[in-house]
């Protein structure tokens, strides 16, 4: 896992680097590429939520119920988006309309809510992100094994720093 330095930028040692860093201009680089894809990305994620009459907030909650490890509930995903309870339960209303996703009331206790992806959202999902399915597979075919679980170690090592940071608060 990568650590912070005393400065806080979080630009430390990370695990079997040997305690190199990376010269600003190839940190620059470095920035400008994450920004690019991120820009790539959104572009995408706003064309989805457009197609499908909902807000990009909206695409964030499916791909957190999506990802989410064991039931997701409303409660849950105000904390992971960090929204309001009122904001959650108007983008659940949105995506429960749009047929993306359904509640139950799974437990013994009425009052808890699970949220779920259903499966003709996914295949929606599935076909417009496709570009960028190919386009991930594309540039995953220019690099060894090795080398792509050190790419995933890198995302993993980012997002646990990004996590650190407490989302702001809507």
Same mark, same amino acid.
């Given at each position: 896992?990568? %650590?912070?330095?005393?400065? +806080?930028? +979080?630009?430390? %040692? *990370?695990?079997?680097?040997g305690?190199?860093?990376? $010269? $600003?201009?190839?940190? @620059? #680089?470095?920035?400008?590429?994450l920004?690019?894809m991120? *820009?790539?990305?959104?572009? /995408?994620v !706003?064309?989805? #939520?457009?197609? @499908? *009459?909902? !807000? $990009?907030?909206?695409?964030?909650?499916?791909? #957190?119920?999506?990802?989410?490890?064991?039931?997701?509930?409303?409660?849950?995903?105000r904390e992971? /988006?960090? /929204?309001?309870?009122?904001?959650v339960?108007?983008?659940?209303? =949105?995506?429960?309309?749009?047929g993306h996703?359904?509640?139950?009331?799974?437990? %013994?206790?009425?009052?808890v809510v !699970?949220? !779920?992806y259903? $499966?003709?959202?996914?295949?929606?999902a599935?076909?417009?992100?496709?570009?960028? #399915?190919?386009?991930?597979e594309?540039? %995953?075919?220019r690099?060894?094994?090795?080398?792509?679980?050190?790419?995933? =170690?890198?995302?993993?090592?980012l997002?646990?720093?990004l +996590?650190?940071?407490s989302?702001?608060?809507?």
């Amino acid at each position: 896992m990568v %650590t912070r330095d005393d400065d +806080g930028t +979080g630009a430390g %040692t *990370g695990e079997g680097t040997g305690g190199e860093r990376l $010269p $600003p201009a190839d940190l @620059q #680089a470095f920035a400008v590429q994450l920004r690019r894809m991120n *820009g790539e990305v959104n572009r /995408l994620v !706003h064309g989805f #939520a457009a197609s @499908q *009459g909902l !807000h $990009p907030t909206d695409v964030q909650a499916l791909a #957190a119920i999506l990802d989410s490890e064991g039931p997701m509930t409303p409660g849950r995903l105000r904390e992971h /988006l960090g /929204l309001t309870s009122g904001a959650v339960t108007a983008c659940v209303d =949105r995506l429960e309309r749009a047929g993306h996703i359904r509640r139950s009331r799974e437990s %013994t206790d009425r009052r808890v809510v !699970h949220l !779920h992806y259903e $499966p003709g959202a996914r295949a929606a999902a599935r076909a417009f992100f496709r570009p960028l #399915a190919a386009a991930a597979e594309g540039a %995953t075919a220019r690099f060894s094994p090795e080398e792509l679980q050190v790419v995933l =170690r890198f995302l993993t090592a980012l997002n646990e720093e990004l +996590g650190l940071e407490s989302p702001p608060r809507r």
